[in-house]
């Protein structure tokens, strides 16, 4: 597999661990709990900010290559570089939910949860459609020289929070995934 494929694979479960996350935070604060909101914001930018510019502009241009060469199933990649929009938009709105608590507007919890629920639902979806449907047709149509096109063209930003990480700018999202690594060694 190309290595940009590869990076694609790595990013796909490092968001589905970011969702698991969110969800546990979502369910805590459906529960009545005040969660972690510098943490969950850290995890709203990461997602926004990496995928905005590494992750999605990648995929897009894998599933514009995939398309020049013929391959069937354009719904799939339109419906998908569509989304990347829309999840951007998603993102946003949720954070403004955040920031509006942290502000301390008056707010509808059930509002704020289902802002989260939304992207945590839709990021879902989305991830599995790439990995199912639009994954497969890219690497069974596009060659080496495709690929090698594609890696010259991506974005090469290192991944902020699992590349080269940054802890001062991921500073509570850094902590509790370096706990959670810590906790799962041996």
């Known amino acids: ?9 790595q990013d796909h479960a490092r968001l589905v661990k970011l969702l698991d ?7 805590r604060f459906h529960a009545g709990e005040e969660p972690d909101y510098d943490l ?5 930018e990461y997602m926004d900010g990496y995928a905005d510019s590494v992750h999605h502009p990648t995929e897009d241009i894998i599933f514009r290559r995939a398309l020049a060469k ?13 989304q ?16 509006g608590i ?4 008056v707010l509808l919890r059930e509002d704020v949860e289902a802002n ?36 010259a063209e991506a974005p090469s930003a290192e991944d902020p929070l699992f ?4 802890p001062e700018r991921f500073q509570a999202l850094y902590r509790l995934l370096s706990e959670q690594a810590q906790s799962e060694t041996p």
């Open 1 to 9: 597999m190309h290595p940009v494929m590869t990076r694609l694979g």
């Open 116 to 151: 989260g629920r939304e992207l945590v639902a839709t990021m879902r979806a989305h991830l599995s459609l790439e990995d199912r449907e639009a994954f497969p047709i890219a690497l069974k149509v596009l060659d080496e020289a495709d690929w090698e096109a594609v890696a």
């Open 84 to 99: 990347h929009a829309s999840l951007s938009q998603i993102n946003k709105r949720f954070r403004q939910s955040l920031d």
């Open 102 to 105: 942290l502000n301390e507007e």
């Open 163 to 166: 590349g080269a990480p940054d």
């Open 40 to 44: 969950m914001s850290e995890m709203l």
């Open 70 to 82: 013929g391959a069937g199933q354009h719904e799939v990649f339109d419906v998908l570089m569509r």
């Open 21 to 27: 996350l969110f969800e546990t935070l979502l369910d």
